[in-house]
Structure formats: structure tokens, C-alpha cells
């Protein structure tokens, strides 16, 4: 390795200067400030923990994407963490115990081993909200909200809100009475929208000619409000489920358009988000022209079951680096204070209460050339130090 190699970052990982750092940090205080306003209570599970817990429930779609290493102190696989969603059930089910309803919130670095985000990183800082203990549209709606308000906090208000449900999909195919191995070839159709290959491989499963209808109609299923009461003409009486989940993703809808005029609203009943362990509703937030989507979430009924404890839950995440780097918000500012080299305990009582109150204080060091643009500067006045503005 080269002298200029050894300051190399790998692929994906990158780090934050001073500017773009105190923008990260001063997000991350409002966002999880803003979660406690909302009752959700702060988690810092650890950045590495034992593999086989680790990957466990909703972890294991994680595997292909979770860094492994080994614990020097007891030989066993250990992962660093690439998502917080199975270590927060963890903690809900192994560690908070009861049936009470918790709010937990979290923020903290995960990493992975492929790119994702709009930037490509593979060290993405997570921030989210779950909700555990309760099974009801008005859960989802809560989280829907916050995540939205969590948006507005970064400084973005007018996103585009995707809705679907997972009930929809697996209840059709269920009705279907598909194999494994068809479902899945069906399951990558859908999710590529690959519509002609598609119709070709319902035909070849000779199904009845109103269940293939529902296979090559779900996909069709995208777009406006308008896609609800198609649904219904479509889909609508395959199941109680299906018509339940078309039913809640119109009550979500209704009520998230009171609560936030400026969302705009877009559905998908063939979703199927990255993740296997979603159970009902499932959402994401976009913006227009940026392919990938900048917070999503979803319910993921009976998470905890194996730590021990199955819980109903709802939740979303968002990469704070993606939100820093999309958003407009400004920076309180502190004004600058420069005091010079001195070791008068008069002049340390003074800069302790200008810290107090506010400004940033920065002392002189002897010998030392200081690069600071400076809005006052600490003089003595007739033995009282006094702040004067570096304009007179």
C-alpha cells in the first residue's frame, strides 16, 4: 500500500467535515427531539452483535447484506449491524417485556455490504420510529404522519407518498393456489413490471380465466387515486382480506390528505418491498426525480415472536446523510466571539457566560496564527473585560 492508498476510503464509505458534520448532528437533534414530542422513546442497541441473533426474524433478509466478523474473546460469529428493525424487536420483546404499547425510536450508523441510498453509500446513518402493540390502521396512520413530519422537519414538505399492501398480493396469490417456486417467479415480475413475460407465464399455469385475470391485472394496479376503485372492479370480493386491505389503503389515504394537504399520493398494489418480514400496509416516501425512495416503512405483525414474544408493529427509516443532503434547512447561527491568550480568571468567568448564553468562544493560543472570522473580540477596558464588535 502506498504512501497516498493508506488515505483511501473503501467504496461506499465516506466521512463528514466540519460544515456537512454539525448539518448531520443538528438534524439528528430535531428529528429525534421531534420523536419524543411524539411519546417515542430514544434505543441505542449496539453497533455489533452475535450473528445468530442478529440475523434472526426480520433480520435474515439482511444476510447478503450484513459484514461479518469474528468475536476474538469467544470465538462466534459476530455481524455489524445493516438494519435496526430486528434489534429494536430485540429489545421490545426480549428486554421492555409487557403488552403495553411502546414507541421506540433510534438513530445511529448501520452498515453494509452493497450500495444503497441515492448516494450509493454502503454507511448510511438510520434514523426511524416503531411501534409495537398495536394492530390497527391507526397505528399506520401514526407512523405515516410522523414519518411525514419527519420529512418536513429536514426541510422536505411536499413529498410523494407511495401506498400498498402486502395482504393484497399474497391474498391473490393464495386464492390462486400457487406453488412456492410460482409465486416467486411471479413475485420478480412484479417487481421488475415486466407485464408481456408476465401474461406469458400465467398462461402457461392454465389457470381459471378470472384468477389469471387477477395475476395480470394486480401490476396494472399503479398510479393515482383512481387505482383504489379499479381495484374494486378487478380485485374487488377475491377475499375479505383483499377488500379490507383496499378499504384501510382508502382510509389512509383520506386521512393523511387532512393532515398534509401538500402530499401528493401514488399506489401500487403489486409492492413488494425489499424486505419479506412486511405484513400489511406498506409506504414510502419520494421525491420527483429521485428514483429511489428517501423514507419507507411498513407493518410487520408478530416481529418479536422469535425472541420470544410475537408483537404487532409499524414502522419506517430514512438515511439522515440522504436527508441532510436533499434538505434546505438552515443552521441557527452563533456568533463568534475571539478572546485572547490569557490566564486572568476574570477573562475565564466571562467566555464560561458567553458560552452559557450562546456564542461560540474561541480563545487564542500564544504563538499561534488563528483563521477565524470572528463577530466580536474580548478586550480589557480598565480591567473589565468587555465584548467589542470587530467592525469599529
Avoid at 199 to 223: I, T
Wanted: proline fraction near 4%.
Amino acid at each position: 500500500m502506498t504512501l497516498a492508498d493508506r488515505w483511501l476510503l473503501p467504496d461506499g464509505v465516506d466521512e463528514s467535515l466540519p460544515a456537512q458534520a454539525e448539518r448531520i448532528e443538528h438534524l439528528r437533534r430535531t428529528l429525534l427531539n421531534l420523536h419524543h414530542s411524539w411519546g417515542y422513546q430514544l434505543v441505542i442497541p449496539p453497533l455489533l452483535e452475535y450473528l445468530d441473533s442478529l440475523l434472526t426474524g426480520a433480520g435474515s433478509d439482511l444476510e447478503n447484506e450484513t459484514f461479518k466478523v469474528i468475536d476474538q474473546l469467544s470465538g462466534r460469529m459476530m455481524g455489524i449491524r445493516a438494519d435496526f428493525t430486528s434489534q429494536v424487536a430485540r429489545i421490545d420483546a426480549h428486554c421492555l417485556k409487557g403488552d403495553a404499547i411502546q414507541r421506540l425510536s433510534y438513530c445511529g450508523s448501520v452498515l453494509r455490504t452493497v450500495p444503497s441510498g441515492l448516494d450509493g453509500t454502503r454507511s448510511p446513518i438510520q434514523i426511524g420510529a416503531e411501534l409495537y402493540g398495536h394492530g390497527g390502521v391507526e397505528s399506520d396512520v401514526e407512523i405515516v404522519s410522523l414519518m411525514i413530519e419527519t420529512l418536513s422537519a429536514s426541510g422536505i414538505n411536499a413529498p410523494v407518498l407511495d401506498l400498498g399492501h402486502v395482504d393484497i398480493v399474497c391474498d391473490l396469490m393464495s386464492s390462486c393456489d400457487l406453488s412456492d417456486s410460482q409465486r416467486d417467479i411471479i413475485s420478480g415480475l412484479y417487481k421488475t413490471k415486466d407485464l408481456p413475460e408476465l401474461e406469458v407465464f400465467v398462461a402457461s399455469l392454465e389457470l381459471p380465466e378470472n384468477q389469471s385475470n387477477w395475476l395480470n391485472a394486480l401490476p396494472r394496479l399503479c398510479g393515482d387515486e383512481s387505482v383504489i376503485s379499479r381495484a374494486h372492479k378487478l380485485i374487488g370480493g377475491v377475499s375479505e382480506s383483499t377488500d379490507a386491505a383496499l378499504k384501510q389503503l382508502q382510509w389512509v389515504k383520506d386521512t393523511i390528505s387532512l393532515r398534509f394537504p401538500n402530499v401528493q399520493f401514488h399506489f401500487d398494489l403489486s409492492d413488494l418491498v425489499s424486505y419479506n418480514y412486511h405484513t400489511g400496509l406498506v409506504f414510502a416516501a419520494y421525491l420527483p426525480g429521485q428514483g429511489n425512495a428517501i423514507a419507507r416503512g411498513g407493518r410487520y405483525n408478530n416481529i418479536g415472536e422469535v425472541f420470544g414474544r410475537s408483537r404487532l408493529a409499524t414502522g419506517f427509516s430514512a438515511d439522515l446523510k440522504t436527508l441532510v443532503l436533499l434538505s434546505d434547512f438552515n443552521l441557527p447561527e452563533s456568533k463568534v466571539v475571539l478572546a485572547p491568550a490569557s490566564d486572568d480568571a476574570s477573562l475565564w468567568e466571562v467566555i464560561s457566560k458567553l458560552r452559557s448564553e450562546g456564542f461560540k468562544v474561541v480563545q487564542a493560543l500564544n504563538g499561534a496564527t488563528l483563521a477565524l472570522n470572528a463577530d466580536f473580540e474580548l478586550v480589557c477596558v480598565n480591567g473589565d473585560w468587555q465584548t467589542v464588535s470587530v467592525d469599529l
